[in-house]
């Protein structure tokens, strides 16, 4: 493995139900990112983890719940998905929380909520 | 509150010409970092730039350079002589001192450069 790595890619998923998306990163990176992208709205910030154990709200984080148990793994998880949460989800890291560093992003988890 | 404007929702061109996708920023910081992303059709984001607030030297790198101003408040990415592997949606993105951890992109630009 080498760089971040997001688990699933793609995903269908009945509204109501839990979804926990995985990210990984090797890059022993202390700061670490969600992001949800929708057509014409960007990228927005959802949760995001400075250093393992700490944990911040985003731009979006209604709905959504993160945890930081060690460097290396940041899950997102929906606890009951709405429609309104169909979206591709992106971890991203950076090896410290400085805002000059340049974010990593993995390859995306496509989730559509039904 | 700090804010990443790019107008340009699609910007189309014929392939070999020139393109500038334009980039506006609002911060209340004096201290800030400017990126720009590239995410081709097979939807990877790679970072391509970065600039900071106290470095107004415009940047070129092969055919992509880039034009910063604080006095417009804008940061824009030309292309030259652009090629079909430039089609992408281009992202602009912004990072305060003030609030580090939050980068706040833009809407993006889709550039399509047409064989």
């Known amino acids: 493995i080498a760089g971040i790595t997001q688990a699933p890619t793609s995903q269908i998923l009945a509204a109501g139900r839990r979804m926990t998306l995985r990210c990984t990163q090797d890059?022993?990176?202390?700061?670490m990112y969600w992001y949800r992208q929708d057509l014409g709205l960007g990228l927005r910030l959802i949760h995001y983890s400075n250093t393992a154990g700490t944990t911040g709200k985003g731009e979006v984080p209604d709905g959504y719940s993160v945890s930081r148990a060690n460097t290396d793994d940041f899950p997102l998880t929906l606890a009951s998905a709405v429609p309104s949460q169909t979206s591709v989800y992106f971890c991203a890291s950076r090896p410290q929380a400085l805002p000059a560093g340049e974010l990593f992003f993995g390859e995306g988890s496509r989730l559509t909520v039904l | 509150a700090q804010k990443v404007t790019q107008a340009q929702t699609e910007i189309s061109v014929v392939e070999k010409e020139d393109v500038t996708l334009d980039c506006v920023y609002e911060?209340?910081?004096?201290?800030?970092?400017l990126f720009w992303y590239k995410q081709p059709p097979s939807g990877e984001l790679v970072f391509l730039i970065r600039r900071n607030s106290f470095d107004e030297q415009n940047e070129i790198s092969g055919r992509y350079s880039w034009n910063f101003q604080k006095s417009t408040s804008s940061f824009n990415f030309t292309i030259t002589a652009s090629q079909v592997v430039d089609s992408a949606v281009y992202f602009c993105a912004l990072s305060e001192a003030f609030d580090g951890e939050k980068l706040t992109f833009g809407t993006g630009t889709r550039l399509t450069i047409i064989p």
């Open positions: 890059m022993r990176h202390n700061a």
């Open positions: 911060t209340r910081d004096t201290t800030y970092y």
